[in-house]
T-cell receptor, first 113, second 117 residues
Framework: NAGVTQTPKFQVLKTGQSMTLQCAQD?????MYWYRQDPGMGLRLIYY???????DKGEVPNGYNVSRLNKREFSLRLESAAPSQTSVYFC????????????FGPGTRLTVL | AQSVTQLDSQVPVFEEAPVELRCNYS??????LFWYVQYPNQGLQLLLK??????LVKGINGFEAEFNKSQTSFHLRKPSVHISDTAEYFC???????????????FGKGTKLSVKP
């Protein structure tokens, strides 16, 4: 039982390059989330998926796209990376119930030069 | 809209001393409140949560928090800290109360607890 896994752990991109961050969970959770964490800013929600086949924007969606590939997997794509997207990205999952705990992956540290 | 304010960005404390990390929220309706901890270079994990009932909530690693509706606070406390408690602590509120049951969280900006020997 691995929980929430993310790949890659580290990535360096040049401005304008694209990449996809992968996330998978093995807890049979309905909801999945992508956050970014910046120093002094806490965690901010980029996109979320309440169930397979649905996605919705969070607080900071500009410059990102997501795909809920199936119940297990939720990917985050940067089409044209910008230095402002340098951050640590966390994926999380939970049951749909608002009282449920969110379980976080280990994070992806992305640097855009 | 709901929001969360963590009043201290950094809290230094000596080992075995008590600690309180402060959190205030803004909401005009019932809330669900959470504390998460992030150890260096790791993801977040749940410490404790308040859903309803007793206002004193006990969590893992000896932490507890008290929900105070009149002061809109949810402060985290531990009577005696250890070096291993050095981490960043995040207070969060669920934004689901306005409709549906989707459990999106709004996080505070975090408090870095530094425990010194």
């Amino acid at each position: 039982n691995a929980g929430v896994t993310q790949t890659p752990k580290f990535q360096v991109l040049k401005t304008g390059q694209s990449m996809t961050l992968q996330c998978a969970q093995d807890m049979n959770h309905n909801s999945m989330y992508w956050y970014r964490q910046d120093p002094g800013m806490g965690l901010r929600l980029i996109y979320y998926s309440a169930s397979e086949g649905t996605t919705d924007k969070g607080e900071v969606p500009n410059g990102y796209n997501v795909s809920r590939l199936n119940k297990r997997e939720f990917s985050l794509r940067l089409e044209s990376a910008a230095p402002s997207q340098t951050s640590v990205y966390f994926c999380a999952s939970s049951s749909t119930d608002s009282t449920d705990t969110q379980y976080f992956g280990p994070g992806t540290r992305l640097t855009v030069l | 809209a709901q929001s969360v304010t963590q009043l201290d960005s950094q809290v230094p404390v000596f080992e075995e001393a008590p600690v309180e990390l402060r959190c205030n929220y803004s909401s005009s309706v019932s809330v669900y409140l959470f504390w998460y901890v992030q150890y260096p270079n790791q993801g977040l994990q749940l410490l404790l949560k308040y859903l309803s009932g007793s206002t004193l909530v006990k969590g893992i690693n000896g932490f507890e928090a008290e929900f105070n509706k009149s002061q809109t606070s949810f402060h985290l406390r531990k009577p005696s800290v250890h070096i291993s408690d050095t981490a960043e602590y995040f207070c969060a509120v669920s934004d689901s109360v306005y409709g549906g049951s989707q459990g999106n969280l709004i996080f505070g900006k975090g408090t870095k607890l530094s425990v010194k020997p």
